[in-house]
């Protein structure tokens, strides 16, 4: 396969177990399926996001923060934080995801210089008939306990085939071999303060 590649197998057990005991964070925070239609069909825990940047798409914004929900989460954060550094590279955003019975995530393809640097994994946490994916043509069934490299560069879709909800630790990784093109440009306003202040200095 070109778009998926297994990485390893993985005891899940701790992580769900931390998932099942957060309940209430499913609906702590519900823009990404509220604002994006192909998402509507999940619910997400944000862990590490973009920080916020009203000049800049997200799909353009290079840099990422822990969210207020990471610090329930030490697990799932510390095994994202050890695949990344063993991958030679640093976590960018991470999510908890999942899939409600029969749904699906609809076509689409992530796109922007973040994506562009950066490599996509999938860790299964729960998936009752396996976990089915699309990617550039390609079909993938991934199992509970299974850490994929999963190209979203692709045009991609995710289906739930089962009768209960489909869960994920999705996460990014930035190879530290970019780690100088992770960078933001200067934020508007700061543009603009420089150079009243370059301004001022002249006169």
């Known amino acids: 396969m070109e778009f998926f590649k297994p990485l390893q197998k993985v005891d899940v057990a701790p992580f769900l177990k931390e998932v099942e005991e957060n309940e209430d964070a499913w609906l702590f925070n519900t823009s990404r399926q509220d604002k994006n ?7 997400t825990i944000a862990l590490r996001n973009a920080v916020p940047r009203d000049d800049l798409h997200i799909n ?7 969210k207020e929900l990471a610090p329930r989460f ?3 954060c510390k095994f994202m934080e050890n695949v990344a550094t063993q991958m030679n590279g640093t976590l960018s955003r991470a999510v908890i995801v ?5 749904g699906n995530v609809y076509l689409h393809i992530d796109d922007g210089a973040y994506y562009l640097i950066r490599h996509r994994l999938h860790l ?3 998936s009752e008939k396996g976990s089915l994916m699309m990617s550039g043509g390609e079909k993938c069934l991934m199992r509970e306990g299974e850490l994929w490299f999963f190209d979203n560069r692709q045009h991609h879709q995710a289906i739930n085939n ?17 780690q ?14 420089r150079l009243a202040t370059k ?4 006169e």
């Open 74 to 76: 030490p697990l799932a």
């Open 37 to 43: 239609k192909i998402q509507r069909e999940t619910q």
């Open 98 to 102: 999942r899939l409600q019975p029969k």
């Open 60 to 66: 353009e914004n290079q840099e990422s923060e822990w």
């Open 124 to 126: 299964v946490l729960k």
């Open 199 to 202: 301004k001022e200095t002249k």
């Open 162 to 178: 089962s009768d209960d909800w489909r869960i994920h630790f999705i996460f990014d990784v930035l190879p530290n071999k970019y």
């Open 180 to 193: 100088e093109l992770a960078k933001n440009p200067i934020e508007l306003n700061e543009v603009s303060r």
